[in-house]
């Protein structure tokens, strides 16, 4: 019994370490298409329309098919909304002006999000030292934007990185709300759905963009970057990030998001180096300053038991 209880474990952490490696390489390719597309909205319903046809190739094969009840399925519309016209939007729009890094350390406070939200929910207030450790991870943020700095690059940065906020607040409401339903229901059916839903709500605001847009003028770094997109990000993970929460509760699957930082900065180093990047990432004093004291305070966080 304890040895299946370990392996099952085990599964879960490994689950966890392909979601970082596949975080980072997200950051950067997404970067990648995002310029090449220059249309956040034109590669948000892209990448949805991809993996849309992928869960629906696969369902009633590999992936159950729907029996949700009616309440369910306004579930499932209302996690579509925050999972591809929001959250993949936001983010998307945000990574062409942001940079990698600053992506990955945004999206790190997802634990903290989760936390806030979730203490809400319960009508239970977070304990002192928990609140001490959400002002230390948001002050490395602070640190990250830089309000008091000027200048066209920073600017851009800057707004780059409020959207991206906006993409990080939608994922916190999309992993509470879907906890519920992926411990009823097979996680990767809830993961196709909510997905399919999101697209066919974003296809009528896009349908005049991607009518008139020039596919031909895509990079292949665009395509590829479309490409992981589609079988990695919106497919892989978040059948991976579903599983989890399946398992364990929405501050838990969170955590994950911790090591996302730290492994997107090794590899933005190393596609900098290789010639993949261009222009600068920003991975100086502030932002490692900044990195340091954000995950403290996440990490504070997770220590500390109310």
């Not at 304890?2 to 599964?11: A, G, I, R, T, V």
């Not at 729907?66 to 925050?82: A, N, S, Y």
């Not at 936390?115 to 450790?133: A, T």
């Not at 000027?150 to 509470?176: C, K, M, N, P």
């Amino acid at each position: 019994m304890n040895q299946k209880s370990d392996s099952s474990k085990n599964l879960l952490y490994l689950f966890m370490v392909l979601h970082v490696l596949g975080a980072a390489g997200t950051f950067i390719l997404s970067k990648a298409a995002a310029i090449s597309f220059a249309n956040p909205m034109v590669l948000t319903v892209s990448r949805g329309l991809g993996c849309a046809v992928i869960f629906l190739i696969f369902t009633g094969w590999k992936i159950p098919k729907p029996d949700f009840t009616i309440r369910e399925w306004f579930l499932l519309l209302g996690l579509g909304v925050l999972l591809v016209p929001l959250n993949q939007y936001c983010f998307l729009k945000g990574l062409e002006l942001s940079v990698p890094g600053h992506s990955a350390l945004i999206y790190a406070m997802t634990p903290i999000g989760v936390l806030l939200l979730s203490s809400i929910r319960v009508k239970k207030m977070p304990s002192l030292k928990k609140f001490s450790g959400v002002f230390l991870a948001f002050s490395g943020v602070i640190i990250v934007l830089r309000p008091w700095a000027s200048g066209g690059q920073v600017s851009e940065l800057r707004t780059g990185d409020l959207w991206l906020i906006g993409a990080v607040f939608s994922w916190v409401l999309y992993t509470i709300l879907a906890s519920d339903i992926c411990k009823k229901k097979n996680a990767v059916m809830v993961t196709a759905w909510s997905l399919i839903l999101g697209v066919l709500i974003m296809l009528p605001m896009a349908a005049g963009p991607m009518m008139t847009f020039d596919f031909s003028a895509v990079s292949n770094a665009g395509w590829f970057g479309l490409g992981y997109m589609i079988v990695i990000t919106s497919t892989v993970m978040m059948i991976l990030w579903n599983i989890l929460l399946q398992h364990l509760t929405p501050v838990q699957v969170a955590i994950t998001t911790n090591a996302q930082p730290l492994a997107t900065t090794l590899l933005v180093a190393v596609a900098s180096a290789a010639g993949y990047l261009s222009g600068d990432q920003d991975l100086g004093v502030m932002f490692i300053l900044g990195m340091v004291l954000s995950l403290s305070g996440v990490m504070m966080i997770q220590k500390v038991r109310d």
